[in-house]
């Protein structure tokens, strides 16, 4: 089994510290519960976090922790309440990447990292015209609701979930393990029935969850599922990307990546189904070249397109 994501765990300790230290102290069960982690975890996180300080990382430099009798007591030292200088780039930056730890699970919406980027945000905008919304995915509350409900309470989710790779609506009962973020999305990971395996699911294409009366046994040690893990057995396919499709790069996984002349990309990507990467092509339009792929998907954007126009046609017709 692998250890969770190191991001997940660096978003996740830089929201609780705050959040700890401005408490005092607080029970294991009421950080668990708010950071929706198990104990092993937490205290987990608490030993990187004791080892957390100023050069030259002697104890009175370091962060003050101890856990006793099922209490964690957290205290800073006097160095971290110094006033920094700060660029206007690095301010504009520090309160973005505060909001997205604000949009975490846990984050407490008014506690001092709150109030902290208020003042600083305030400092960089006096008009009060500018605004950084930072929003992790559009998905419905009741829906997220559900899910975390399953994940704290051991039960069982029935979810309509929509493929986005075979366009199809598909029932099934998970048993959630983890609601994550990642780049911007908000993701269940869990067991699921219909699979009889592990599987990880983006909540926005989660149509509609109930939660079941049946319970399960949650894991001892939670699987890093990653948003996308290729087993190696996928056909791969080699595209050359016009300038403009470097977006591509950005927002889709990638075992290879070629810098062209005049700023054009070749790159190699994993395809788990051909719907996807005939709407990804069908996107692209004449942005992608094919350069090399399997037989059966060589074509997949001309035949794709095909569909579509045939399509268009009968519906002009009637």
Sequence with gaps: MTRPAASE???????????????????????????????????????????????????????????????????????????????????LALVAAGATLLATPGADPDGPLARGLA????????????EIDVRLGDVASDVLTVLRAGLHEHRQVAIDYYVYGRDELTH???????????????????????????????????????LLDERFEPPTDLVDDGVFSPTGDEPRVELD?????????????????????????RVTLVITAQAWLERLLLRLGPQATVVEAPDELRLAGIESARRLLSRYRSAAAD
Aim: proline share 6%; hydrophobic share 40%.
């Design 119 to 130: 003042k600083l945000a305030g400092v960089l905008d006096a008009s009060g015209s500018a």
């Design 172 to 210: 099934r009962v998970i048993e959630p393990h983890r609601v994550s973020t990642d780049q911007g999305q908000w993701y269940v990971s869990g067991f699921c029935h219909l699979a009889e395996g592990d599987r990880l699911f983006r909540i926005d294409r989660v149509r509609s969850a109930e």
């Design 9 to 91: 765990r660096v978003a996740r300790m830089l929201s609780l510290v705050p959040w700890i230290a401005s408490q005092g102290s607080a029970s294991v069960e009421e950080i668990c519960r708010r950071f929706e982690i198990d104990e092993k975890q937490l205290l987990n996180d608490l030993t990187t976090v004791s080892m957390v300080g100023l050069y030259p990382y002697t104890p009175d430099v370091l962060i003050d922790l101890r856990v006793e009798d099922g209490r964690v007591e957290m205290g800073l030292p006097q160095a971290f309440h110094r006033p920094l200088s700060l660029t206007p780039e690095q301010g």
């Design 241 to 265: 990307l016009a300038p403009e499709a470097r977006w591509v790069i950005e927002q889709y996984p990638t075992e290879g990546v070629v810098e062209l002349p005049e700023g054009r990309l």
